[in-house]
């Protein structure tokens, strides 16, 4: 395994450094002045920098860069895509610029992979072009979601229609004003032998009848404006039957799919994270001084800078570790090390930014660094895409299946 960077994945990564450091974060308090804030998502606005910014991108061909496909993306490969993410997870508007952004990434392929040719005409086509955004249907607040087969939604085919019913939440960018377009996931066979085919995924036009926003769901006080995590309820929904992806039954086959290379998207982005705080910790504690000597050197804080670089190294690894084998033994052989980096990605961020946070004193936990937000993003992760304990349990029992 050689983790070395290519010539052309080091190309990529100038293109995207040079991109996000002269474009982007001279624009970041463009982007949060042209924001409107609060709860109400419907007052909630696109900034007119983001469509900016994106174009610009799309222009210079940094675009779709995390689809391994030469047509619909730009056909690079994990191990090429991780180190650029990483780039993106340092500043917070930079994957949507890129078009490169949860949940889209994650609905994007899912529609490459199983779409049937007029859904990737209506959606895909749209969607890669950044013309609109999207939404993942699956959470839901009745039942325990870490155990997908509790879902109690349902998507029950009546004749030439699919008929959806049920309430989701934790739905992301369902807020966004350019969001049109849904992924559910539901029950569709309630009484069927394998407990595996019994749901299917639909797609679901946000302004179809029975479609409802019931409100948006701030994490750690912030709302994230202007995607948001929404409650959405599903009543009576009616939609052809030509909307469901690839025929009833196969929403956990899809969701697998789906939810790999989601699952280690998030990962890259959180080592970019965990070095943006290790920097931030260590400018600070170099700049600021007490009991004569500088706050980098006092008590244990070079344990602790020492110690965030140590685990940074030891995530990029595993992270590396699990893209390089998406790409040579496909998703399924990499399964434990992809939930592996799940849980250590995360935490290790997590752990960083509570240093760094420590080390600002107040500065830290107030709105003048992003270290408070990013510790509310990050802490969310924990639980997005499987929550650590089934990402362990997994891993635990592949790990055993060797011995038996």
């Known amino acids: 395994m050689d983790f070395g960077y290519s010539a052309k994945t080091r ?8 991109f996000i450091d002269n474009r982007i974060i001279p624009a970041s308090e463009k982007f949060e002045e042209q924001l409107v804030k609060g709860p109400d998502f419907r007052n909630w606005v696109q900034p007119e920098i983001m469509e900016q910014l994106k174009a ?29 993410a990483e780039l993106m997870g340092r500043e917070r508007h930079a994957p ?40 993942f249907f699956m959470t839901e607040p009745g039942v325990a979601s870490s ?6 939604a349902t998507c029950i085919v009546e004749g030439d229609e699919v008929v959806l019913n049920g309430c989701k939440w934790w739905s ?7 969001a049109r377009i849904g992924i559910f996931m539901g029950v569709s066979d309630p009484l069927g032998e394998d407990r595996h085919r019994r749901h299917s995924m639909v797609l679901v036009p946000l302004d179809t009848p029975g479609v409802k926003i019931e409100r948006m769901l701030p994490v750690f006080n912030e709302y994230h404006e202007p995607e948001g995590h929404g409650e959405v309820t599903f009543n009576n929904v009616r939609l052809p039957v030509s909307n469901i992806i690839a025929g009833p039954g196969r929403g956990f086959e899809i969701a697998q799919g789906r939810l790999g290379p989601g699952r280690i998207h998030h990962c890259m982005r959180t080592i970019g994270v965990a070095e943006k705080a290790l920097e931030l910790m260590c400018r600070r504690g170099l700049e600021r001084s007490a009991f004569r000597d500088s706050l980098a050197r006092l008590g244990g804080n070079p344990d602790k800078i020492a110690n965030a670089r140590t685990d940074i190294e030891m995530a990029r690894l595993l992270t590396l570790k699990a893209a390089w084998m998406m790409d040579t033994v496909g998703n399924k052989a990499a ?39 990013l510790y509310g993003a990050i802490r969310t992760l924990r639980l997005a895409d499987g929550p650590d304990e089934v990402h362990r349990s997994l891993i635990a029992r592949l790990e055993l299946k060797k011995y038996r």
């Open 11 to 18: 190309e990529w990564m100038k293109r995207v450094g040079d």
């Open 56 to 84: 610009e991108a799309k222009a210079e061909g940094l675009w779709n860069m995390f689809l391994p496909d030469n047509e619909y993306g730009a056909g690079l490969t994990n191990l090429q895509y991780a180190p650029l």
């Open 96 to 135: 949507e610029v890129f078009n490169c952004n949860a949940p889209d990434t994650g609905n994007m392929e899912l529609l490459w992979k199983y779409g049937s040719e007029e859904q990737k005409e209506q959606w895909l086509k749209p969607l890669l072009a950044g013309d609109i955004r999207s939404v």
């Open 147 to 152: 155990d997908a087969t509790n879902m109690a």
């Open 172 to 178: 992301s960018n369902v807020g966004h004003p350019n």
């Open 335 to 373: 399964m434990s090390e992809i939930s592996q980096i799940k849980v250590v990605a995360p935490n290790v961020a997590l752990r960083i930014l509570d240093e760094a946070i420590q080390i600002h004193g107040g500065m830290g936990v107030s709105n003048d660094t992003e270290l408070a937000y």
